[in-house]
């Protein structure tokens, strides 16, 4: 993957490729941006760039064979870590190099891919992956090696936040004293959650979410669709270009995820001195209690946008708010007034407190239930 095939960043790949062509390249980088950036497809090219010695030019002759090596994912002095969990393959102790082939089929097919599409396609439901001890241990072994090419070694450690804690001591002096030309990179979505310990050995880049402009010209060019069309799909995204591809195809999550929010929220309205209604909210944290810890915190994130749409239009940012919902008799304009400044605060936190209890394998049945009494309260709130 090279420089010229990625979407936007300009300030981003210009930074790293003039480090690069200076030969200042720090030996630890974490890569920080929100899903659909493209943090993982300029991890690779920024790899092909130093290890390939494409400086100045990405596609000179001498560097064909490296490339394409690069272009499989297979060149060894290219090396990834993931998140892993147990499957029916892999019963006990999984690890990143487990799963290369999967891993290689996911970053080919969908570079700007989410954790949720990687387990997808892992097949794992009710799980959550982390970098354990075991992919420490790879790491160790592999940097430990003279590279292939006689040059450098790039180690792409993406979602570093599922560095459990074992793990993480045993980067820690990897980190301090690397060895020479030896490169990592980190990848997060979010700064916060990656030990502080790792984060300060690293050098951080931010990464902004992609412009529409810069959507929706790829939408037309790569997947030829028409202007309105890419316009329309670009606004929606937000800056994610994966979410743009999975509203295009119409297989984006979103569609059930919408219907069980309007089941809630109108639960949540009716259960005000309405017992029948508090049965409701019951039944319904029992359904999404039964999906993959993944997928409910994928939903709970799905909601706080919904209420941050809804205070949005309510204060009327009409130009902000880009939710379209399917069911025609749910309208955003009678949902906004019950969004207020009064209850966003208490909402928003019981959200983020459901989420961060669910992350850490709560029981997730009493975790909605106590959310969804709470929104009762909170809906009406003046």
């Known amino acids: 993957m090279q420089f010229s095939e990625i979407l936007g960043q300009d300030h981003i790949k210009n930074h790293l490729t003039t480090s690069a062509s200076n030969g200042r390249i720090p030996h630890a980088q974490l890569f920080i941006g929100s899903e659909g950036s493209g943090t993982l497809a300029i991890a690779i090219a920024y790899a092909q760039y130093i290890v390939c010695g494409n400086v100045g030019n990405e596609n000179s002759g001498e560097n064909t064979s490296c490339n394409l090596k690069f272009d499989h994912l297979s060149h060894p002095d290219l090396h990834f870590v993931y998140p892993s969990v147990t499957t029916e393959g892999v019963k006990t102790k999984p690890k990143s190099l487990d799963f290369i082939k999967e891993w290689r089929q996911f970053v080919s097919e969908t570079p700007y891919g989410s954790l949720f599409d990687w387990y997808k396609l892992l097949g794992v439901a009710n799980k959550q992956g982390e970098i354990r001890v075991e992919d420490a241990n790879e790491i160790v072994k592999s940097l430990s090696l003279k590279s292939h090419e006689g040059g450098y070694k790039v180690m792409i450690v993406w979602m570093a936040d599922k560095i459990n804690i074992a793990a993480s001591n045993k980067l820690l002096k990897l980190l301090e004293e690397p060895?020479?030309?030896?490169?990592?990179?980190?990848?997060?979505?979010?700064?916060?959650?990656?030990?502080?310990?790792?984060?300060?050995?690293?050098?951080?880049?931010?990464?902004?979410?992609?412009?529409?402009?810069?959507?929706?010209?790829?939408?037309?060019?790569?997947?030829?669709?028409?202007?309105?069309?890419?316009?329309?799909?670009?606004?929606?995204?937000?800056?994610?270009?994966?979410?743009?591809?999975?509203?295009?195809?119409?297989?984006?999550?979103?569609?059930?995820?919408?219907?069980?929010?309007?089941?809630?929220?109108?639960?949540?309205?009716?259960?005000?001195?309405?017992?029948?209604?508090?049965?409701?909210?019951?039944?319904?944290?029992?359904?999404?209690?039964?999906?993959?810890?993944?997928?409910?915190?994928?939903?709970?994130?799905?909601?706080?946008?919904m209420f941050r749409q809804g205070l949005l239009l309510n204060y009327e940012a009409k130009k902000l708010v880009y939710m379209e919902p399917v069911d025609e008799k749910f309208k955003l304009e009678n949902f906004a007034p019950f969004v207020t400044g009064n209850n966003i605060t208490e909402i928003f936190t019981s959200l983020s407190d459901a989420i961060y209890h669910i992350e850490r394998n709560g029981n997730a049945k009493i975790i909605l239930t106590d959310l969804s009494i709470k929104l009762t309260r909170l809906i009406h709130k003046k």
């Open 179 to 305: 060895n020479e030309k030896t490169v990592f990179i980190l990848i997060s979505e979010n700064e916060e959650d990656i030990i502080q310990t790792i984060r300060s050995r690293c050098q951080v880049l931010h990464f902004k979410g992609l412009p529409e402009k810069t959507i929706s010209e790829a939408l037309l060019f790569n997947e030829g669709v028409d202007d309105k069309t890419a316009y329309k799909i670009a606004h929606q995204a937000q800056g994610n270009y994966n979410k743009a591809l999975h509203l295009l195809h119409n297989d984006t999550d979103d569609l059930p995820f919408e219907e069980w929010f309007l089941v809630w929220v109108r639960a949540a309205f009716r259960a005000k001195g309405n017992a029948a209604a508090i049965e409701d909210l019951i039944r319904w944290s029992e359904q999404i209690a039964g999906l993959g810890r993944e997928a409910q915190k994928k939903f709970l994130n799905y909601c706080i946008d």
